[in-house]
């Protein structure tokens, strides 16, 4: 570690970890304050991660953005980078057959027998009638459709893919949080009232669906750091911390180059590291391990969608994203995408060619593939995202409000600990946060949307390629 200097700079803000909420909580402090970022990895993004193999862009992390997006209140300039595109998403129900998602009445009803649909009608009266307190996201989902049904359209399958946790340990308040699409889709008040909002007001600018330009993320972020730097935020990459210290006027951060001081710290990087680096104790919350799979097919994707679920009883991979939709693939193929698979806590890594082999089975089962599939490349993410199990919350609060006592304030997925699905969520709740700790002055959270000229220039078809780091994040070659 270098030598301290002699009078340092004692920042307004430290910021640790440099994704979207770190960079949304960048731009809103650093227009009253000075901001510091300190990131571990080589480049901006958290889990937003990109990578190039035989000259095809894999992406880990949410690619799909709206134009009305918190993020790009804050950031137009990424919204002017971003390419316009059709995103179609589609999953494989229990019956094998290819329908929407996350529900597809006709694909999931229409084979169901008349006794079958009595059945279904029957356990969702029970449900629905049943006293006993709901403790659970998947006493929730039950709750709405019925157990019949529930598992009819394998929303007990996907959960636990999604997870890897069965629904029955996961937290009730969590799903009435996360899951509220099913309430949506299951109320007929909410079916009627949608429908007659839409015939008297008409719908909403439902806003236009984009994607990152090509580049990766790491790239595409760089545009609001350019814009960060441009109002004083200053950024550290490859700088690990190793110890946080209270002192009685500043806060001190030690990393693996030097020394930092602020009057407070903000963390967006995993709740335990944040304690330990605070001498606490670890909270020992699960969060999800994901293996990502690169694969390229020489063929024909049957499902023809960008996006595609496993609801299927079958195979252990949760979702692939279709980056060929946005991306021409190279190399001589014809598709190339990821593949997620989640890794249940405490299991063993399976080995990524073993994965891709039960993969392949799977695919050629179900005849989602013609052709011929090809391993191009794997990596693992730990900590890509909180498990909400039962009782989860009362120990994350108590993290979060120790590291609050000794000045930090905590942001995000990770820093949370809060099962956030979406960067435009994650924007959102950056700007709730500070505005509870009494961080932003009024006048911020009125800051209007992007010009119009910024969503009018989006690029609608995207540029030839160039020819969502860590260890946990490195991309294996087969």
Same mark, same amino acid.
């Given at each position: 570690?270098?030598?301290?200097?002699?009078?340092?700079?004692?920042?307004?803000?430290?910021?640790?970890?440099?994704?979207?909420?770190?960079?949304?909580?960048?731009?809103?402090?650093?227009?009253?304050?000075?901001?510091?970022?300190?990131?571990?990895?080589?480049?901006?993004?958290?889990?937003?991660?990109?990578?190039?193999?035989?000259?095809?862009?894999?992406?880990?992390?949410?690619?799909?953005?709206?134009?009305?997006?918190?993020?790009?209140?804050?950031?137009?300039?990424?919204?002017?980078?971003?390419?316009?595109?059709?995103?179609? #998403?589609?999953?494989?129900?229990?019956?094998?057959?290819?329908?929407?998602?996350?529900?597809?009445?006709?694909?999931?009803?229409?084979?169901?027998?008349?006794?079958?649909?009595?059945?279904?009608?029957?356990?969702?009266?029970?449900?629905?009638?049943?006293?006993?307190?709901?403790?659970?996201?998947?006493?929730?989902?039950?709750?709405?459709?019925?157990?019949?049904?529930?598992?009819?359209?394998?929303?007990?399958?996907?959960?636990?893919?999604?997870?890897?946790?069965?629904?029955?340990?996961?937290?009730?308040?969590?799903?009435?949080?996360?899951?509220?699409?099913?309430?949506?889709?299951?109320?007929?008040?909410?079916?009627?009232?949608?429908?007659?909002?839409?015939?008297?007001?008409?719908?909403?600018?439902?806003?236009?669906? #984009?994607?990152?330009?090509? *580049?990766?993320?790491?790239?595409?972020?760089?545009?609001?750091?350019?814009?960060?730097?441009?109002?004083?935020?200053?950024?550290?990459?490859?700088?690990?911390?190793?110890?946080?210290?209270?002192?009685?006027?500043?806060?001190?951060?030690?990393?693996?180059?030097?020394?930092?001081?602020?009057?407070?710290?903000?963390?967006?990087?995993?709740?335990?590291?944040?304690?330990?680096?605070?001498?606490?104790?670890?909270? *020992?919350?699960?969060?999800?391990?994901?293996?990502?799979?690169?694969?390229?097919?020489?063929?024909?994707?049957?499902?023809?969608?960008?996006?595609?679920?496993?609801?299927?009883?079958?195979?252990?991979?949760?979702?692939?994203?279709?980056?060929?939709?946005?991306?021409?693939?190279?190399?001589?193929?014809?598709?190339?995408?990821?593949?997620?698979?989640?890794?249940?806590? *405490?299991?063993?890594?399976?080995?990524?060619?073993?994965?891709?082999?039960?993969?392949?089975?799977?695919?050629?089962?179900?005849?989602?593939?013609?052709?011929?599939?090809?391993?191009? *490349?794997?990596?693992?993410?730990?900590?890509?995202?909180?498990?909400?199990?039962?009782?989860?919350?009362?120990?994350?609060?108590?993290?979060?409000?120790?590291?609050?006592?000794?000045?930090?304030?905590?942001?995000?997925?990770?820093?949370?600990?809060?099962?956030?699905?979406?960067?435009?969520?994650?924007?959102?709740?950056?700007?709730?946060?500070?505005?509870?700790?009494?961080?932003?002055?009024?006048?911020?959270?009125?800051?209007?949307?992007?010009?119009?000229?910024?969503?009018?220039?989006?690029?609608?078809?995207?540029?030839?390629?160039?020819?969502?780091?860590?260890?946990?994040?490195?991309?294996?070659?087969?």
């Amino acid at each position: 570690m270098q030598p301290p200097d002699k009078d340092p700079r004692v920042y307004d803000y430290i910021i640790m970890g440099c994704g979207i909420s770190a960079l949304t909580a960048a731009k809103l402090l650093s227009e009253q304050h000075s901001v510091l970022i300190l990131e571990r990895y080589n480049e901006p993004g958290g889990n937003h991660k990109s990578y190039t193999i035989d000259g095809m862009e894999f992406d880990i992390g949410a690619i799909c953005f709206n134009t009305n997006d918190e993020q790009f209140r804050h950031f137009p300039e990424l919204l002017r980078e971003c390419v316009e595109k059709d995103v179609h #998403v589609k999953k494989i129900c229990t019956t094998g057959a290819i329908g929407s998602y996350p529900f597809d009445w006709t694909a999931e009803a229409s084979s169901l027998t008349f006794r079958q649909r009595i059945s279904c009608a029957i356990s969702l009266l029970m449900w629905r009638l049943r006293s006993q307190r709901n403790d659970s996201a998947r006493s929730y989902a039950q709750s709405r459709i019925g157990d019949a049904l529930y598992r009819r359209v394998g929303l007990d399958l996907y959960i636990k893919r999604l997870f890897g946790v069965d629904a029955g340990g996961i937290d009730y308040d969590f799903a009435m949080k996360r899951m509220q699409w099913l309430s949506r889709e299951t109320s007929l008040r909410h079916r009627l009232g949608r429908l007659i909002r839409s015939r008297l007001a008409g719908n909403p600018a439902p806003g236009r669906t #984009v994607v990152r330009p090509p *580049g990766g993320f790491g790239a595409y972020y760089q545009k609001a750091i350019c814009r960060l730097r441009e109002n004083g935020v200053e950024f550290k990459f490859n700088e690990a911390a190793v110890k946080i210290e209270t002192r009685p006027t500043c806060m001190e951060v030690e990393t693996n180059v030097r020394m930092y001081s602020a009057k407070q710290i903000i963390s967006t990087i995993p709740l335990d590291e944040a304690s330990a680096l605070c001498g606490l104790p670890e909270t *020992g919350l699960p969060t999800v391990t994901m293996l990502s799979l690169y694969v390229a097919l020489r063929g024909t994707w049957v499902p023809d969608c960008s996006i595609f679920y496993n609801f299927h009883s079958d195979g252990n991979w949760k979702r692939i994203t279709v980056h060929s939709h946005f991306y021409p693939s190279a190399a001589g193929y014809d598709k190339h995408f990821t593949v997620e698979i989640t890794i249940p806590p *405490g299991a063993a890594l399976p080995d990524p060619s073993h994965a891709f082999s039960d993969l392949r089975t799977h695919l050629l089962k179900m005849k989602l593939i013609e052709g011929d599939l090809t391993l191009i *490349g794997s990596s693992v993410l730990c900590n890509a995202y909180p498990i909400p199990e039962k009782g989860f919350k009362m120990r994350r609060d108590a993290a979060v409000a120790q590291l609050r006592s000794k000045g930090i304030l905590c942001l995000g997925r990770q820093g949370k600990f809060e099962y956030i699905p979406h960067s435009n969520i994650a924007a959102r709740e950056t700007v709730a946060t500070l505005s509870q700790a009494s961080l932003l002055p009024p006048a911020a959270d009125a800051e209007q949307r992007p010009p119009a000229a910024a969503v009018d220039s989006l690029r609608t078809s995207a540029p030839a390629l160039p020819a969502f780091v860590a260890p946990e994040q490195n991309v294996q070659l087969p």
